[in-house]
């Protein structure tokens, strides 16, 4: 069945990028996501890709996808401590109706 | 601003009581899906709809958990009865249907869910 592996923690300092990395099993998925859920709040969809896209950026935001290394990144420039929060990846899979989810990472920002 | 919206936001209940739990879908979106989210089992899909129609109820514990869309902008999940183990913060979410953002789900804020 599908996969979609994460790291549970990563620390990082205000002002520094963040990395949030992710891997998935599944070879035909279609979109690949990412979601932030702050505490106490449901999940906010931050970005997605195709998965005939190398590259989305979106302001702070950078999603790299390597595709042959089922591979999804989530780089965050100058982190802030509003970012905070556990990331959540995702993929859909070509002719389905729903999504994978990943354990979450959960981001700390250090002032 | 188009939100799912979920009722209640929390909930305390005692073991053996029907619990109900609401939430209207994005007006338009035609998929609906409820999750649970527990720290020890991480995000679960329970269930989900389309066009009012269950898909998929695998992930849900039939004996007493039940998923109803009396119409299309409500969806109802149902607990009875409820036991501690059910404790959780229980999410909804819907989707529209485009070649553009695929199965995009937008997410409600969540029934925390309390059994004593």
């Known amino acids: 069945g599908e996969d979609v592996e994460q790291s549970l923690f990563l620390s990082v300092r205000e002002g520094d990028s963040s990395v949030i990395n992710c891997t998935y099993t599944?070879?035909?998925?279609?979109?690949l996501y990412w979601y932030k859920q702050e505490p106490g709040a449901g999940l906010q969809l931050l970005t997605y890709?195709?998965?005939?896209?190398d590259m989305k950026q979106d302001q702070r935001l950078t999603v790299l996808l390597n595709k042959k290394d089922k591979h999804l990144s989530l780089r965050i420039a100058d982190t802030q401590t509003g970012d905070s929060a556990i990331y959540f990846c995702?993929?859909?899979?070509?002719?389905?109706?729903?999504?994978?989810f990943g354990t979450g990472t959960r981001l700390t920002v250090i002032p | 601003d188009a939100r799912v919206t979920q009722t209640p936001r929390h909930k305390v209940t005692e073991m053996g009581q029907e619990v109900t739990m609401r939430c209207q879908p994005i007006?338009?979106?035609?998929?609906v899906f409820w999750y649970r989210q527990t720290m020890m089992q991480g995000l679960e899909l329970l269930a989900y709809?389309?066009?009012?129609?269950?898909?998929?109820d695998s992930g849900m514990p039939k004996d007493r958990f039940s998923a109803e869309m009396p119409d299309a902008t409500l969806a109802t999940l149902k607990i009875q009865p409820s036991e501690p183990r059910d404790s959780a913060v229980y999410f909804c979410?819907?989707?529209?249907?485009?070649?553009?953002?695929?199965?995009?789900?937008?997410f409600g804020p969540g029934t925390r869910l309390l059994v004593l």
């Open positions: 995702a993929e859909s899979i070509l002719g389905g109706n729903n999504l994978f």
């Open positions: 599944d070879s035909s998925s279609t979109y």
């Open positions: 890709i195709f998965s005939n896209m």
């Open positions: 007006l338009g979106h035609n998929t």
């Open positions: 709809f389309r066009n009012r129609a269950p898909l998929d």
């Open positions: 979410a819907s989707a529209g249907s485009s070649a553009q953002e695929g199965e995009t789900q937008y």
